[in-house]
């Protein structure tokens, strides 16, 4: 069964600070999505990666792929108030579908 | 370019009822692909609908059906619905041949 899991599921952070937000899949990806969602909103699309080493920046999310170690990152730098909301990572596993990742709830405390 | 368009964006049905939901693709792409979010949880895939066919299902009854129309718009039709359909719906668009993915803003259906 294809698994994606996230950890941590919620995070609270100060302003300033930095934070990574991991996500783990269980079999070969593709490709692996980063998404942001607000609260009662859709989906915005963050970050595509390609392929192992893949590392996108975007202001202050940086992502990350190492398809060996099955595993993607989200890093946070230097916290904003308007980067709270909820992050999925979505893994394409060949099969015509993204499975998501269950969601980290970052909150960033001023 | 226009975006990927949902309607309704609310919606309250009652438990046994019938609903169609509707999505307007992206400029371009003709794959359309929707997703059940429930609250609090990852979305989960339903369905692809790719040359007005369907091309490749999540684990949902067949009681969750849908449409492609030669204007790559698409239809999700759900029969008999239950209180746990409760959810955002959201509806996908993309080409076959490239990697990203549009997201509709989503039905909220409360099923009551």
């Known amino acids: 069964e294809l698994k994606v899991e996230q950890n941590p599921l919620f995070l609270s952070m100060q302003e300033g600070k930095n934070y990574t937000i991991y996500c783990n899949y269980s079999?070969?990806?593709?490709?692996l999505y980063w998404y942001r969602q607000d609260p009662g909103k859709s989906l915005e699309s963050l970050f595509v990666?390609?392929?192992?080493?893949a590392v996108k920046q975007e202001g202050r999310l940086m992502a990350s792929l190492d398809t060996k170690a099955r595993l993607s990152t989200l890093h946070i730098t230097a916290a904003v108030h308007d980067l709270s909301a909820t992050y999925f990572c979505?893994?394409?596993?060949?099969?015509?579908?993204?499975?998501f990742g269950t969601g980290t709830r970052l909150t960033i405390i001023p | 370019e226009t975006g990927v368009t949902q309607s309704p964006t609310h919606l309250i049905k009652t438990r046994g009822q019938q609903v169609t939901l509707r999505c307007s693709s992206q400029?371009?792409?003709?794959?359309v692909s929707w997703y059940q979010q429930a609250l609090g949880q990852g979305p989960q895939f339903i369905f692809q609908?790719?040359?007005?066919?369907?091309?490749g299902r999540g684990n949902f009854p067949p009681r969750f059906s849908g449409l492609q129309f030669p204007n790559y718009s698409s239809e999700l039709n759900v029969n008999a619905l239950e209180l746990d359909d409760s959810a955002l719906y959201l509806c996908?668009?993309?080409?076959?041949?490239?990697?990203?993915?549009?997201f509709g803003s989503g039905t909220r259906l409360t099923v009551v």
């Open positions: 990666l390609l392929s192992n080493g």
């Open positions: 400029s371009g792409h003709n794959t």
């Open positions: 979505a893994g394409f596993f060949g099969n015509e579908k993204l499975t």
């Open positions: 079999t070969t990806s593709d490709r």
């Open positions: 609908y790719y040359r007005e066919e369907e091309n």
């Open positions: 996908a668009s993309s080409r076959m041949d490239s990697y990203g993915y549009t």
